[in-house]
């Protein structure tokens, strides 16, 4: 099947790249690749940030071959073709990613729910083109859908077996699909994120897209730049964001959506109602690490301002900017920069 690279525009990067001088600062180290359905890009500097880069990049291509739907046969492949049927083997990092969404899922009430492939298949996502050839689905086919969407029914079961632990995940009903589209991003950059940590780099970006982890500063000290891309104006920031020992991620309707009807629907599906999200134009949150905000940006675009913001405050170390609908400004008490225009 032929891959379409979606170009998540959202997250812009304002930093220069330094050349190298005998008394300026290093070279920042920047490599990209094809990966996750867009561009994936590590910039980094110090003692062998170029070899480590690349041991990044393995690291990440290992990871998402088990997280990956458009696999057959990656881990989260098999149990949404086991649905119903008979638990499957699952990989320590497999095991890890899922019980972190589900955490995330149970802690927003289920506004997150990666179980929501049903949803997202009977709008039209899901699949390289997106959009409907006939008609939106009636209220008693997002019925049928609805009911299976549930991450209560992810069975995942860890068992110590003769020194070593058996991990297996099962989904309760037929029919059930788990997507990893919320959260993947920031799993995948987290695990190279820890690479680079491991091999010394104490100064590096990991961009997926709409997630990018920070590690350290630039060359000259100063925080890492992140632009965020205006909702509605395509190549327009909205604001820039400092960062330094975190992650940002930022969601939108302006992403992977079609029209239907005068109707602008987007991939991010409310699996309360069964009804693609259509009073946000974005959301950005900045968390310790690249799954928290990933997952967390999904969350609260569904939950919209007044809920999004009380799980904000019920987290340590997470902020959040909310764009609603007619381009109305939330931000949480410590977001960096509160003077946004729109």
């Known amino acids: ?70 696999d057959p046969g990656s881990d989260v492949s098999h149990i949404n073709q086991q649905a119903g049927g008979a638990p499957v083997p699952l990989s320590p990092e497999t095991m890890e990613a899922l019980k972190r969404a589900v955490f995330f899922c149970s802690i927003t009430g289920g506004a997150l729910d990666i179980t929501v492939g049903p949803l997202l298949k009977l709008w039209g996502f899901g699949r390289d083109d997106v959009g409907l050839s006939g008609s939106e689905p009636d209220a008693q086919t997002i019925r049928r859908a609805k009911s299976r969407v549930n991450y209560r029914e992810i069975e995942l079961v860890e068992t110590p077996i003769a020194g070593t632990v058996q991990r297996t995940g099962r989904l ?18 987290d695990k190279a994120m820890a690479v680079l940590k491991k ?13 990018v982890c920070a590690l350290g500063k630039k060359p ?20 820039v964001i400092p960062l330094q020992n975190s992650s940002t991620s930022t969601s939108g309707d302006y992403e992977n959506f079609y029209k239907k009807n005068g109707k602008r629907r987007t991939h991010i599906i409310d699996p309360r109602s069964g009804m693609p999200v259509s009073h946000m134009q974005s ?40 764009v609603s609908e007619g381009g109305k400004i939330s931000c949480s008490k410590g977001w960096p920069e509160k003077k946004i225009s729109y």
């Open 220 to 239: 000259d000290g100063t925080h890492w730049q992140v632009g965020v891309q205006h909702p509605r104006k395509q190549g327009g920031l909205l604001t």
């Open 199 to 211: 091999r010394g780099i104490q100064n590096a970006l990991v961009i997926t897209g709409g997630t």
């Open 172 to 189: 309760a009903k037929k029919g059930m699909w788990i997507d990893v589209g919320s959260f993947s991003k920031g799993f995948v950059a």
């Open 1 to 70: 099947m032929k891959k379409i690279y979606y170009f998540w525009p959202f997250i812009i990067m304002v930093c220069c790249l330094c050349s190298p001088a005998f008394s300026g600062p290093p070279e920042i180290i920047a490599r990209s690749k094809p990966m996750l359905h867009t561009f994936v890009e590590i910039k980094a500097w110090g003692n062998n940030a170029d070899s480590t880069i690349e041991e990044a990049f393995f690291e990440m291509e290992r990871v998402n071959s088990l997280l990956n739907t458009y």
């Open 283 to 322: 959301v950005s949150v900045i968390a310790p690490d690249g799954m928290t905000s990933d997952a967390l940006s999904t969350a609260l675009f569904v939950l919209g301002p007044e809920q999004g913001m009380r799980v904000v405050e019920s987290l340590g170390g997470t902020e959040a900017l909310i």
